[in-house]
C-alpha cells in the first residue's frame, strides 16, 4: 500500500537560512508525488507535484523538490526562508484517484 | 478561475444536532472529494465522485454521514447526528482529466466544532 512519512512535525529556521522538509514515500508502482501548503484557517495550496518527468520539481514560491527513487524520497527545499513561509507542509503520494498524506510538518520562521 | 468554494467556513453545533456542508467545485472539474482533517492531521478521503456517482465512499461513516451531487457539480457533505469526535476540518477538492487527473485543487475547508 501506498503511503508518505513525514520526519519531524516541527521545523524552525532562521530568516535567510535554508529551508529542508522531509517526506520519505512507500508505493509499489511509480509515485505521484505532491507537496501542499495549508497557512492557518486556511485549505491546501498545490505548491509542486511530481509526475515521473524530471527529477527535480520547481514549484511556487521559491521551493522545490527532488524525487530519488533509490532514497524512496521526495524533501522540499527552499534556499532562503521568508517569514511568509510559516505554514504547515503536506506531502502526499497519488494511489488510483485519491491522494494519501503525510501527517504535516509545521515551519516556524524566526526573524 | 474561481477555486473551490466551500460554506459555511465555521460551525458550532451541539451533539446529536444535524449539520450539513456545501462544496461549489472548480467549473469544469467533474471530479469531486470529500476529506476529513483532524487536529494535527493530514487529510483523509471520505467520499469521491465523478459526476454524480459516488465512486468511492468506502470511508464515509455510512450510519451518520451521508453525501449528494445531484446534477453533478456542487455537493453536499451532511452528518446526523454529529457527535464530538467529527469535530475537526471538512476540506472539498476537485480535478478534472484536462488538468491532470491526479491533481487536486482544495477548497478553503468547513472547520466543525462540536460541543
Known amino acids: 500500500a501506498q503511503s508518505v512519512t513525514q520526519l519531524g512535525s516541527h521545523v524552525s529556521v532562521s530568516e535567510g537560512a535554508l529551508v529542508l522538509l522531509r517526506c520519505n514515500y512507500s508505493?509499489?508502482?511509480?509515485?505521484?508525488l505532491f507537496w501542499y501548503v495549508q497557512y492557518p484557517n486556511q485549505g491546501l495550496q498545490l505548491l509542486l507535484k511530481y509526475t515521473s518527468a524530471a527529477t527535480l520539481v520547481k514549484g511556487i514560491n521559491g521551493f522545490e523538490a527532488e524525487f530519488k527513487k533509490s532514497e524512496t524520497s521526495f524533501h522540499l527545499t527552499k534556499p532562503s526562508a521568508h517569514m511568509s513561509d510559516a505554514a504547515e507542509y503536506f506531502c502526499?503520494?497519488?494511489?488510483?484517484?485519491?491522494?494519501?498524506f503525510g501527517t504535516g510538518t509545521r515551519l516556524q520562521v524566526f526573524p | 478561475e474561481a477555486g473551490v468554494v466551500q460554506s459555511p467556513r465555521y460551525k458550532i453545533i451541539e451533539k446529536k444536532q444535524p449539520v450539513a456542508f456545501w462544496c461549489n467545485p472548480i467549473?469544469?472539474?467533474?471530479?469531486l472529494y470529500w476529506y476529513r482533517q483532524n487536529l494535527g492531521q493530514g487529510p483523509e478521503l471520505l467520499i469521491r465522485y465523478e459526476n454524480e456517482e459516488a465512486v468511492d465512499d468506502s470511508q464515509l461513516p455510512k450510519d451518520r454521514f451521508s453525501a449528494e451531487r445531484l446534477k453533478g457539480v456542487d455537493s453536499t457533505l451532511k452528518i446526523q447526528p454529529a457527535e464530538l469526535g467529527d469535530s475537526a476540518v471538512y476540506l472539498c477538492a476537485s480535478s478534472s482529466p484536462l488538468s491532470g487527473r491526479e491533481t487536486q485543487y482544495f477548497g478553503p475547508g468547513t472547520r466543525l466544532l462540536v460541543l
Open positions: 508505493s509499489s508502482v511509480p509515485p505521484y
Open positions: 502526499a503520494v497519488s494511489v488510483p484517484d485519491k491522494l494519501i
Open positions: 467549473s469544469g472539474h467533474n471530479t
